[in-house]
């Protein structure tokens, strides 16, 4: 891969941010709409940009053919159940929390790489990562002016959400040889064809009048940080490569802080810093050991 240059970090930068953004967007639609509904368009409106660039360039999406059963498996446990899950923990939980506890992805990911990849073992460095990582979120756990018995439930469904992801990225290497806007594309497809009779019979929010607010939030979390956000990351990893793209696991909860803050004046405590640092240090030494790994078998 080339070296980054500056227009390569500001991409990452602006990848950071409108993931971070998604988490205030998320509080924001809850106001008028439910975790179902919310999941729903979502993907909905994901899916557009997505299905558009593979008309472009032709590509032939693959949601109704012999590996569908792939497709709708991973549909539901990549975007059906993390997106209510986090929509519905953040009607609880300030969104600054929510995007702290969804950055354990990396530490989850090396957990469950694990036990499930034969290259992914630990090792010193990632066992500190991963012990730092998750004593920040127990830490969180702690603040009671934030996290209560009466939200509690909330926030540990919004890190089994990261947890979603995590199994939803191990099931998508079953199809890895397939093209990435293919695989989107057609497990958006699924998650739409799951969500919608869910939300007919759950939510049916056609009998609502939904907040100018939420309705914007809604659209903008589907086109923007579900659909135009994944080409964003497809264009940096295919001209930077997978160790760059991973620094954005560093920018997102600090973005996610700092928006919460901004948009909803969200309290910020000791205890959120702190378990900001910690989770933020987790993930450099998870990914330093990764990167160690990569660069000693290019060798090899």
């Given at each position: 891969?080339?070296?980054?240059?500056?227009?390569d970090?500001?991409?990452?930068?602006?990848?950071?941010?409108?993931?971070?953004?998604?988490?205030?967007?998320?509080?924001?639609?809850?106001?008028?709409f439910?975790?179902?509904?919310?999941?729903?368009?979502?993907?909905?409106?994901?899916?557009?940009?997505?299905?558009?660039?593979?008309?472009y360039?032709?590509i032939?999406?693959e949601?109704?053919s012999?590996?569908?059963?792939w497709?709708?498996?991973?549909?539901?446990?990549?975007?059906?159940a993390?997106f209510?899950?986090?929509?519905y923990?953040v009607?609880?939980v300030?969104?600054?929390?929510?995007?702290?506890?969804m950055?354990?992805?990396?530490?989850?990911?090396?957990?469950?790489?694990?036990?499930?990849?034969?290259?992914?073992?630990?090792?010193?460095?990632?066992?500190f990562g991963?012990?730092?990582?998750?004593?920040?979120i127990?830490?969180?756990?702690?603040?009671?002016?934030?996290?209560?018995e009466?939200?509690?439930v909330?926030?540990?469904?919004?890190?089994?959400?990261?947890?979603?992801?995590?199994?939803?990225g191990?099931?998508?290497?079953k199809i890895?040889k397939k093209?990435?806007?293919?695989?989107?594309?057609?497990?958006?497809?699924w998650?739409?064809?799951?969500?919608?009779?869910?939300?007919?019979?759950?939510?049916?929010?056609?009998n609502?009048?939904?907040?100018?607010?939420?309705?914007?939030?809604v659209?903008y979390?589907?086109?923007?940080?579900?659909g135009?956000?994944?080409l964003?990351?497809?264009?940096?990893?295919v001209?930077n490569?997978?160790?760059?793209q991973?620094?954005?696991?560093?920018?997102?909860?600090?973005?996610?802080?700092?928006?919460?803050y901004?948009?909803l004046?969200e309290l910020?405590?000791?205890?959120?810093?702190?378990?900001?640092i910690?989770?933020s240090?987790?993930?450099?030494?998870v990914?330093?050991?990764?990167?160690?790994k990569?660069?000693?078998n290019?060798?090899?």
């Open positions: 891969m080339k070296q980054p240059k500056l227009i970090y500001l991409l990452l930068v602006l990848l950071a941010s409108i993931w971070a953004s998604a988490f205030f967007n998320i509080k924001i639609a809850t106001y008028s439910g975790p179902v509904t919310i999941a729903f368009l979502r993907v909905f409106f994901g899916a557009i940009p997505v299905l558009l660039l593979c008309y360039k032709n032939k999406i949601a109704f012999k590996d569908w059963y497709f709708a498996i991973i549909g539901f446990i990549n975007l059906v993390p209510f899950l986090i929509a923990g009607k609880s300030q969104s600054n929390l929510a995007a702290i506890l950055s354990t992805t990396p530490l989850s990911s090396t957990v469950l790489g694990h036990f499930y990849t034969k290259n992914e073992k630990f090792n010193f460095i990632k066992t991963i012990l730092i990582g998750f004593s920040g127990i830490y969180l756990f702690s603040d009671n002016l934030l996290i209560n009466n939200n509690l909330s926030a540990l469904l919004i890190l089994l959400g990261s947890t979603c992801y995590v199994v939803g191990v099931l998508t290497l890895s093209k990435n806007e293919n695989v989107t594309g057609s497990i958006l497809i998650a739409t064809i799951i969500l919608i009779p869910l939300v007919s019979f759950i939510e049916q929010p056609w609502s009048i939904p907040r100018l607010d939420s309705t914007i939030s659209i979390l589907g086109i923007v940080s579900t135009l956000v994944w964003l990351r497809f264009k940096i990893l001209k490569g997978l160790i760059f991973s620094q954005v696991s560093y920018l997102i909860p600090i973005f996610g802080t700092i928006l919460g901004i948009f004046k910020i405590t000791t205890k959120v810093l702190i378990s900001l910690a989770v240090v987790g993930i450099y030494f990914r330093k050991a990764d990167n160690k990569n660069i000693d290019s060798y090899n």
